[in-house]
Nanobody, 115 residues
């Protein structure tokens, strides 16, 4: 059974940083791309970043270079380092992997950027 468990969300002031973690189980982690998505209130879920290998990553154009996705295969964990956070980054952040045509999701972790 595939499970994705996110952690690391919270309340942060504008300009602050957070690192999200997602621990995976139930599949051969090394073989799969991992992604972070986010969903703000009243908006559609959107892709934030995807990592295939440490040197093969992609990001939403709107983020600039503020976010960094990484993975540690030995710990079956994917991370999202978020810097210079803005109020518009407020959302529930979800970990994702895809097996064939099936998407698997974590439960999400809330990130709130507010002074």
């Amino acid at each position: 059974q595939i499970q994705l468990v996110e952690s690391g969300g919270g309340l942060v002031q504008p300009g602050g940083s957070l690192t999200l973690s997602c621990v995976a189980s139930g599949f051969t982690f090394n073989n799969y791309p991992m992604s972070w998505y986010r969903q703000a209130p009243g908006k559609q879920r959107e892709l934030v970043a995807t990592i295939f290998t440490p040197k093969n990553t992609k990001y939403a154009d709107s983020l600039g270079d503020r976010f960094t996705i990484s993975r540690l295969n030995i710990k079956k964990t994917v991370y999202l380092q978020m810097n210079n956070l803005k109020p518009e980054d407020t959302a529930v952040y979800y970990c994702n992997t895809r097996g064939g045509t099936v998407d698997y999701w974590g439960q999400g972790t809330q990130v709130t950027v507010s002074s």
